[in-house]
C-alpha cells in the first residue's frame, strides 16, 4: 500500500510541472490581449494595407480556428495566409496546440483523482502528504521555467530553431519569408521571445505561490507538532 501511495505522489510531483506548462500555454493562446500587445509593440503591417481593428479580428479568427474541429483554415483567413506553406504550418501549429490541450486534460484529471482518492481513503492524514507532493512539484516546476526561460533568454535563436525541428520533425513548412508570407510579419520572432517569457515567468509564480503555501503549511504543522520542552 505504500508503494502504491508512494508511485501516485510521484506521478503527481511529476504531473504538477506539466499541468502548470500546458495551461499557461492554453491561457496565452486564446488570450488577444497578448496578440494585440504584439501588434503595438512590433508596429506590425502586412503585405497588404490593413488597420489595428483587422489585425485583432484575425487573431480572434485564428483563436476560433486553433479551438475548433477544422483541418484547415477557412477562406477568410486564407485572404490573409494564402500560400501553401502558411497553411500547412497553421495546421501544424494547430496540431500541436491541440496536443498540448489533450496533455492538459489528462494532467488535470489525474490531479483530481489524485486529490479525490487521497482525501477519500486518508482524509486529514492525506493534508501533509498532499503539501509535499506540491512542494516537490513545485520545485520541479520551478526548474523547468529557468532552463527554457535561460535558454530563450540567452540563446533564443537556437531555441526557437530546435524548439521547430523537434515539433515538426520532417518539417520544413516552418520556414517562412516576410517578403512573402503574412504569418512571419504578424508573428515575428520577438513576439514569441515575449510569449515564452511571459508563459515561463507565470508558470514560475504560479509554482512559487503553490509550493510557498504548501512549504508554510509544513512548517506550520511541524511547529504545531513539536513537543513542548520540559513538559
Known sequence: MRTLQAGLGIIFVLCLPILLLTSGIRVAVNEIRLY???????EISLLRPVDRAELAEIARELIVYFNSEDE???????????????????????RLIQLSYRVQEIALVYTFAYLALGFACLRKAFLPKLAKAVLG??????VLPLILGGLALFAFNWFWWKFHVISFPGSDYWILDP???NLLRMFPQGFWFDATMLVTGGVAVAALMMGGGAGAYLVVRQRRDRPIEGQ
Open 137 to 142: 512539484g513545485s520545485v520541479t516546476t520551478i
Open 36 to 42: 494585440e500587445y504584439g501588434f503595438d509593440k512590433y
Open 72 to 94: 484547415l483554415i477557412g477562406d477568410r483567413l486564407r485572404q490573409v495566409f494564402p500560400t501553401r506553406r502558411e497553411i500547412i504550418h497553421l495546421w501544424e501549429v494547430k
Open 179 to 181: 517578403e512573402k508570407h
